[in-house]
């Protein structure tokens, strides 16, 4: 069975950091892209960060551009999501998503696995 386990979420001053980490089981994802969306009440899903399977190539959405760094270790099947100069804005629920494609996508479509979520809350 495939998992994909967020942790590291909780609750953070504007200005402070948070990491966020993703274990996936099940199967070996070293060869998939891996990223991280968010949602908050009332609004849509929202890309985040994603990164190939191999590191080389990363998309943030501009918003989170220059604060926030993705990254992974395929050794421990895991993706990382350091998020710093955190704003309330950042308040959301995170999401680890997997997908088989070749190419980083910003589209919720193209990803096969989502983790359960864990939730950011940033305070003024």
């Known amino acids: 069975q495939v998992q994909l386990v967020e942790s590291g979420g909780g609750l953070v001053q504007a200005g402070g950091s948070l990491r966020l980490s993703c274990a996936a089981s099940?199967?070996?994802?070293?060869?998939?892209?891996l990223g991280w969306f968010r949602q908050t009440p009332g609004k849509e899903r929202e890309f985040v960060a994603a990164i190939s399977w191999n590191g080389d190539t990363t998309s943030y959405t501009d918003s989170v551009q220059g604060r926030f760094t993705i990254s992974r270790v395929n050794a421990k099947n895991t993706v990382y999501l350091q998020m710093n100069i955190l704003t309330p804005e950042d308040t959301a629920v995170y999401y680890c998503?997997?997908?088989?494609?070749?190419?980083?996508?910003?589209?919720?479509?193209?990803?096969?696995?989502w983790g359960q979520g864990t939730q950011v809350t940033v305070s003024s």
């Open positions: 099940g199967r070996t994802f070293s060869r998939y892209v």
């Open positions: 998503v997997a997908g088989a494609r070749a190419w980083v996508s910003r589209n919720q479509r193209h990803y096969d696995y």
